[in-house]
């Protein structure tokens, strides 16, 4: 696990966003850990993860002209990334949607700097791929080309029913359907390394076999 990968989990961990107990899905399954973007609503929490989201994408070699934030959760995290981008000395425009066309003013339903050019979409997660679908919809009807998706954690598990798993996540079909990246700031193996390799705080160490035991029930190769 890279050093970024690493400090991103223990942040996570740290602000109390990545939670570990018992928790049911919005698939209906009891998951042993839950992450909760939500919860990143202080200035200084918000900073600091926005920090992750621009240095992941700078690293990740994608080349790209703007970033796009699905609402809502996107709206801030795209608006933050954009300002963190701005502190390691790139300025790049951003762009939000509304969830109702406005009918007055400037009207439309997207707001900030026009979609032209390479569009990263920036989002928590991927859990049903709705809000990518819905994105790059809005983006090429615009001219402009998604070019990737970034998130904070990729769950890495199979998506569809109990009854019917499908072979791949949310996150593989989402890249496989629209030909671009989805690049994560970290994953559930990142996560399972760091319960596994973390000394200074044992009681995580609880929860590992139940994290591994999701992993292979649900996990993705």
Same mark, same amino acid.
């Given at each position: 696990?890279?050093?970024?990968?690493?400090?991103?989990?223990?942040?996570?961990?740290?602000?109390?966003?990545?939670?570990?107990?018992?928790?049911? %899905? +919005?698939?209906? =399954? &009891?998951s042993?850990?839950?992450?909760?973007?939500?919860?990143?609503? @202080?200035?200084?929490?918000?900073?600091?993860?926005?920090?992750?989201?621009?240095? &992941?994408?700078?690293?990740?070699?994608?080349?790209?002209?703007?970033?796009?934030?699905?609402?809502?959760?996107?709206?801030?995290?795209?608006?933050?990334?954009?300002?963190?981008?701005?502190? @390691?000395g =790139?300025?790049?425009?951003?762009?939000?949607?509304? +969830?109702?066309?406005?009918?007055?003013? @400037?009207?439309?339903?997207?707001?900030?700097?026009?979609?032209?050019?390479?569009?990263?979409?920036?989002?928590?997660?991927?859990?049903a791929?709705?809000?990518v679908?819905?994105?790059?919809?809005?983006? =090429?009807?615009?001219?402009? &080309?998604?070019?990737?998706?970034?998130?904070?954690?990729?769950?890495? @598990?199979r998506s569809?029913?109990?009854?019917?798993?499908?072979?791949?996540?949310?996150?593989?079909?989402?890249?496989?359907?629209?030909?671009?990246p989805?690049?994560?700031?970290?994953?559930?193996?990142?996560?399972?390394?760091f319960? &596994?390799?973390? +000394?200074?705080?044992?009681?995580?160490?609880?929860?590992?076999?139940a994290? %591994?035991?999701?992993? %292979? =029930?649900?996990?993705?190769?």
């Open positions: 696990m890279n050093n970024l990968r690493q400090q991103f989990i223990e942040f996570s961990v740290a602000a109390g966003v990545l939670k570990f107990g018992e928790f049911v %899905t +919005k698939a209906g =399954r &009891t042993p850990y839950f992450f909760n973007a939500g919860l990143f609503n @202080e200035g200084a929490t918000l900073a600091k993860v926005t920090q992750f989201y621009a240095r &992941t994408l700078l690293d990740s070699g994608v080349e790209f002209d703007m970033l796009f934030g699905p609402a809502y959760k996107g709206i801030v995290l795209a608006a933050g990334t954009a300002m963190a981008m701005s502190a @390691e =790139r300025n790049v425009p951003f762009a939000y949607n509304r +969830k109702e066309a406005k009918d007055h003013g @400037e009207g439309g339903t997207i707001v900030g700097a026009k979609l032209q050019g390479k569009v990263v979409i920036i989002d928590d997660v991927i859990s791929g709705t809000s679908r819905e994105s790059v919809t809005m983006i =090429r009807a615009a001219g402009a &080309t998604p070019c990737a998706v970034l998130i904070a954690l990729d769950r890495m @598990e569809g029913k109990d009854d019917a798993l499908s072979a791949n996540s949310a996150v593989q079909e989402v890249a496989r359907e629209f030909g671009i989805v690049i994560s700031i970290g994953n559930l193996d990142d996560l399972l390394q319960i &596994t390799a973390d +000394k200074s705080n044992p009681e995580l160490a609880q929860y590992k076999d994290v %591994t035991a999701y992993r %292979t =029930r649900y996990g993705v190769m």
